[in-house]
């Protein structure tokens, strides 16, 4: 099992970037999935979170407003829009997601490799 992201970039502030994410291999069953970031020097932070069903999304202060996290169960994916970026939102960008796999009896948090975000001011 894996996650894999795509989407990341540099961007003038203000742009927009979309981040992408997709989970793939023996997958039994997909709870939460969300996004962290880490900038440089800095602890690794919360983003955004989406609930099993997408109904329930929760976002950093710092973010709330300007980026939007959405998935696609039928494709296992989870998708970071993000708009109005700050040179602030520069990081690396990680996407999680609390899976099953085919060949074990519980869940775990899995991550995908990273994608790096930069915004210029």
């Known amino acids: 099992v894996q996650l894999v992201e795509s989407g990341g970039g540099l961007v003038q502030a203000g742009g927009s970037l979309r981040l992408s994410c997709a989970a793939s291999g023996s997958i039994f069953s997909i709870n939460g999935m969300g996004w962290y970031r880490q900038a440089s020097g800095k602890q690794r932070e919360l983003v955004a979170t989406?609930?099993?069903?997408?109904?329930?999304?929760n976002y950093a202060y710092s973010v709330e407003g300007r980026f939007t996290i959405s998935r696609d169960n039928a494709k296992n994916t989870v998708v970071l829009q993000m708009n109005s970026l700050k040179p602030e939102d520069t990081a690396v960008y990680y996407c999680y997601a609390n899976m099953r796999s085919g060949g074990s009896l519980g869940y775990r948090n899995y991550w995908g490799q990273g994608t790096q975000v930069t915004v210029s001011s």
């Open positions: 989406i609930s099993s069903g997408g109904g329930s999304t």
